[in-house]
């Protein structure tokens, strides 16, 4: 007989708020915010997407930076490497289905022989033992599947809590959440705590990211968005011809300081996460 935890039914509550949530914010984007004729061709909702990023940022400092940096302090650097790895095998499957569905031969092979390998030999991915034999990880999601076949990344949008996205993939977010793992596990107060434990992880290896994003950026909603829209195109074409990007007149093709040219040192290459990485 099943009975429902009290952790599970604020947490339905809660994701049943995002969903109205994210329709209200998407009904607000469509009826459109209007901008200048100055504005940038990628970004014609800016003002919404500022303020939403101030939204999700006050929901961090409040609840998620916090609970990262105590997860990072109480937690053992191998423990904390242990579950990134456990969470990187899940996403493996579904980077291999869309590898398969880009006919990226060689990198769904490779996503295979990972998720085999670390799931066999690595006590079911805990061990990383795939990258010791220098079997490449691909990240791939549906939203780059999308791209691959030709469909516009669309305006830039900031969504509700996930942050940085495009019209595209926001359109290709369910899909991707039915090809997570987690999503199939029950019970739900298993499959809810998963879900926290990756969304803290995530946000603890990040934690570094965020630093230097915010001493090294003039405008650091401009930074996140360029270098955001230049990883995800990376993401997809990976070195291949790529379509002209729309440009507004403002914009200076030399690097300057506070871009994320200056700052990266180039173009961010595939990294399959949501933030740009510092530069080492």
Known sequence: MTTTTPFTS??????????LAGAA???????GCATGPNANPRDPFEPFNR???????GVDAVLLK????????????LVRTGVSNFFGNLSDVWSFVNSALQFKLQNAAENFMR?????FFGLGGILDIASELNIERHREDFGQTLGRWGMPAGPYLVLPLL???????A???????RGDLVHYLDPVSHRNGLYVLRLVDVRANLLRVGDVISGAALDKYTFTRDA????????????????????????DPSPVAGTPEAVLGAPPETAGQPQPEPAR
């Not at 604020?10 to 969903?19: D, E, N, S, V």
């Not at 916090?66 to 650097?77: D, E, G, L, N």
Request: glycine content about 6%.
């Open 10 to 19: 604020p947490f339905a509550g809660m994701a049943r708020r995002l969903a």
């Open 163 to 169: 942050g940085p996205s495009t019209m595209r993939d």
């Open 66 to 77: 916090p609970a990262a940096t105590a997860y990072r302090q109480a937690i053992p650097p």
């Open 25 to 31: 914010c998407a009904l607000l984007v469509l009826g």
């Open 171 to 177: 359109l290709a977010f369910p899909i991707d959440r």
């Open 228 to 251: 955001h829209l230049q990883r995800r195109r990376a993401e997809i074409f990976e070195g291949g011809d790529a379509p002209p990007e729309p440009r507004s007149e403002a914009d």
């Open 115 to 119: 998720v085999n390998v670390n799931t």
């Open 51 to 57: 303020q939403m990023m101030r939204i999700n940022e």
